[in-house]
């Protein structure tokens, strides 16, 4: 997940990367390990956004749905490194998807490893998880590739059976009348009638909100976009009637 060029994170900054929230921490968090991904598929979402699959060479490696890894790149003899969201259900361990928007090099350097390719990397890292099966709806809202943590958590939600409203408000700055899984969230609206899917334009997350009919006071409310958006975005949703002790956003980075 990425958008904004910045220096190498800090140990710190990797667990629990861009994260407020005024609800309490999940859990122990899992165990982080090493591993090597090896690319099994590379499918383009959108002009600009690619589904990366990886199968990961550690089959032991767990993570909570929300949770992150971060690849190891290199450039000019320096390493990197940047954090990516998993935007899988944890089910599907030890294979993991990623949801990659091409905005700078370790961004490009990701999408163009063939099929086959390999890259190191650790995890899992993050806070804005589901380490539970919640006991309130839930409201999503993504902007651009911030959707990778958010669809993990819906998948995994469906998988557990989970009995209460879900709604996804997606918009997308980078290309706004094309949005990343889009075909899949119309389907699984389709198949699980307490998921409800509200595309929409950036400018528009508000006004989408505000005639969705949801009752803000009574769902928790998961955010991820980029920079400052995110604390944009729950600042309507609390004007909106969202309790903000039960709102969490996390914004992403990229280089």
């Known amino acids: 997940m990425h958008n904004l060029e910045r220096r190498q994170p800090l140990l710190s900054e990797v667990s629990a990367p861009g994260v407020r ?6 859990p122990t968090p899992l165990p982080a390990m090493d591993c090597v991904g090896t690319v099994l598929s590379s499918i383009a979402l959108t002009p600009t956004i690619q589904a990366i699959r990886l199968y990961l060479d550690q089959p032991d490696f767990r993570f909570w749905p929300g949770q992150s890894v971060w690849p190891r790149f290199q450039r000019d ?6 954090i990516y969201s998993i935007a899988s259900s944890p089910s599907r361990c030890p294979e993991v998807e ?4 091409r905005v700078g090099w370790s961004s490009a350097y990701l999408q163009d490893l063939p099929i086959g390719g390999a890259i190191a990397l650790r995890g899992p890292y993050g806070l804005m998880t589901l380490a539970h099966i919640p006991d309130r709806p839930r409201l999503y809202i993504a902007e651009g590739s911030g959707i990778a943590p958010l669809k993990s958590q819906i998948d995994w939600l469906r998988e557990q059976g989970f009995d209460r409203p879900v709604w996804l408000v997606q918009a997308n700055p980078e290309t706004p009348d094309c949005l990343p899984y889009e075909a899949d969230w119309r389907s699984l ?5 307490l998921f409800h899917y509200l595309p929409t334009q950036p ?6 909100l505000a005639q ?7 769902v928790d409310v998961d955010i991820c976009a980029v920079g400052d958006r995110p604390a944009q975005l729950q600042d309507v949703a609390v004007l909106l009637g969202a309790k903000l002790d039960q709102v969490r956003s ?6």
């Open 21 to 26: 929230s005024a609800i309490a921490p999940p």
């Open 77 to 82: 003899g320096k390493q990197f490194s940047k």
């Open 98 to 101: 990623l949801c990659v928007s």
């Open 189 to 193: 609206q389709q198949q699980w009638p």
């Open 203 to 208: 400018d528009q997350i508000g006004q989408t």
């Open 212 to 218: 969705s009919g949801i009752d803000l006071t009574a």
């Open 250 to 255: 996390e914004s992403f980075y990229a280089f």
